[in-house]
């Protein structure tokens, strides 16, 4: 009998995209109250775990992004494609999308 194996799946994104692993939804708020599930609202920030190259320009040249692997963001709500790779949540998003680096 043979035995299945799950394979790993890896992303690489095109252009100036990025991916991103959103962070946890807050579970409780600043007063204490414990949110359910249904009433917690949709991450907006996330970590860059992998990104593009940079979008090609009409000159022929890759363009750079300014965010780079590891970077914690602020992005838009209803931004990007939310996918499920390795039973891990990701969003893949332009980076243009993205609103703000958190800076510490």
Do not use: H, W
């Not at 708020?29 to 359910?36: A, D, F």
């Not at 991450?43 to 750079?64: F, M, N, W, Y």
């Not at 300014?66 to 969003?91: A, L, P």
């Amino acid at each position: 009998m043979a035995t299945a194996t799950a394979k790993k799946i890896k992303i690489r994104p095109l252009d100036d995209r990025v991916v991103l692993q959103p962070c946890d939804p807050e579970e409780v708020t600043s007063g204490g109250i414990v949110l359910p599930d249904s009433a917690q609202e949709k991450p907006q920030r996330g970590k860059i775990v992998a990104s593009g190259p940079g979008k090609l320009l009409d000159s022929g040249e890759r363009g750079t992004l300014d965010v780079k692997n590891g970077d914690e963001v602020f992005f838009g709500k209803y931004s990007g494609t939310e996918i499920e790779v390795n039973g891990q949540d990701y969003v893949i998003i332009r980076e243009s999308d993205i609103l703000a680096v958190v800076t510490q």
